[in-house]
């Protein structure tokens, strides 16, 4: 067979892109901003949320918890597998090497993602991502059932035996896994994110990157991204966007999934808000919910009037890396003391409020860009280093 150069290898065009991917990577997006709103604005690592907002904002606060925390990223993990089988199946139609392509194009988002973590904000995805899809690409030979069905095993068997673990701890001995503040945490957050120099800010987000990426979560990180991961490729290698879309089965896991999800993610709420439930609400309840999310965007998108109402979050998705970027950028300027210093300043409500009216500009603003450029600016420069040669803006 011949084999060709990384050159043949054309990035995806606008007519070849797959438009419910892109809504629902813009839908995503929205999502883990609103998540990522009350990261930048609060020590959130720090403090039990129960006792940290009041009134409204404690309200407001557990609609996020049920609805939204936990029930984005997984659609984003899932997209990134399904894309990763996308630019295999491109290599071998123009006989090019796909480890050769992919390798780069994941060491290069590992690059971004440092920078973006270490440089910008804490609780970046990218590296992870990144490092996770290189595994992930040593098992892309297998069939399309097969990764589904091992992603869902390994997804489900350990994060169900720990749920059983910590259920047996609530009630063998509740204070052990009872939620708490650290103060000297919350502190110093507020300390170096409030009123710190960069370099003080700089440190803390190294701090509080290790804190969650450390050895001591590594474990749980793996089996919440890389089966979902391996479930997003499954689900390419059987064409499940590409396809025409059985909307039975659609309209069966979105009913499923919405009960279960919000079942799980309504326990801290309605029982008890131990460390038992929120693992259970945040690890199983949050992907689940995320199912449900997606069955009924794709639902929605074979009506012409939903499909032309979510052309917006389409456009988000197309720049969905300078998007995300943007956001944590724009997020933490206005918190951090090299900003606006509005760390801790705010209420829940308006943070809430404040992202969605950043979203909607960052969607204008992107609408605005394609008129001339076919990629956002963070894909584009992406795309050159991955490919190696330039690309036409129109």
Known sequence: MFRGTDSQVQPIQSNERISSLDVLRGFSLLGIFLVNMISFESPILYYDPQGWWQGTDKSLFSWIEVLVQSSFYPIFAMLFGYGLVILRERCEQKGISFNKLGVRRL????????????????????????????????????????L??????????????????????????????????????????????????YIEITAQRFHDWYMVNGPENIIFILFSIIPLMMIGAGAAKLKWLQTKIDKKKWLV????????????????????????YKFIQQSLGGTILSLAYISLIILLLTNKYFSKLFKPFATAGRMSLTIYLTQSIVGTLIFYHYGLGLYTKLTLGTSMLLAILIYIIQVVLAELWFIKFKYGPVEKVWRLLTYGKAIKSK
Do not use: C, Q, R
């Open 253 to 276: 896991l979105f009913i499923l999934s919405a009960i279960i999800g919000l079942f799980l993610k309504l326990l801290p709420v309605v029982i008890d808000s131990n460390l038992a």
């Open 148 to 197: 589904i069905y091992s992603g869902l095993a390994l997804f489900l068997i350990p994060n169900l035996l720990f749920s059983l673990l910590l259920m047996l701890l609530a009630m063998t001995s509740p204070h052990d896994i009872s939620t708490y503040s650290d103060m000297a945490g919350i502190t110093e957050s507020v300390k170096n994110y409030g009123s710190g120099t």
């Open 107 to 146: 060491l290069l988002l590992v690059v971004i993602g440092a920078i973006h973590a270490f440089f910008i904000w804490s609780g970046d995805i990218l590296v992870n991502y990144a490092i996770f899809g290189l595994i992930l690409m040593l098992i892309l030979n297998w069939s399309g059932k097969t």
